[in-house]
């Protein structure tokens, strides 16, 4: 399973930038199987969730200090979810990941994370 992160880099603060992530290669299920998440690892800090979207698209989740900024959302035609980011301040600056994670019916899990990609706020 691959998951590839994309379009990172260097944003001033109040920018705004969209980070993707590609799927590919699921041995259980297909993309359409999986939830999906953002996370970030600020400069050293601990991973912290982002925001997450379930398999079907209809239901997502964000963390108190994005809301309302941050919007996660995916294509299941594309196997790829995208994480697009505004009003970004300084704080955001980490290395993003994104993850996937699945159940079977007899509770195995399956849970995959990408490489990242970073994120930079600076003037």
């Known amino acids: 399973v691959q998951l590839v992160e994309s379009g990172g880099g260097l944003v001033q603060p109040g920018g705004s930038l969209r980070v993707s992530c590609l799927a590919s290669g699921f041995t259980f299920g297909t993309f359409r199987t999986y939830a999906m998440s953002w996370h970030r690892q600020p400069p050293g800090k601990e991973r912290e969730l982002v925001a997450s979207?379930?398999?079907?698209?209809?239901?997502?989740t964000y963390a108190d200090s994005v809301k309302g900024r941050f919007t996660i959302s995916r294509d299941n035609f594309k196997n790829t979810v995208y994480l697009q980011m505004t009003s970004m301040q300084p704080e955001d600056t980490a290395h993003y990941y994104c993850?996937?994670?699945?159940?079977?019916?007899?509770?195995?899990?399956?849970?995959?994370w990408g490489q990242g990609t970073q994120v930079t706020i600076s003037s």
């Open positions: 993850k996937a994670s699945a159940a079977d019916e007899n509770n195995r899990v399956f849970v995959y």
């Open positions: 979207i379930s398999s079907s698209g209809l239901s997502t």
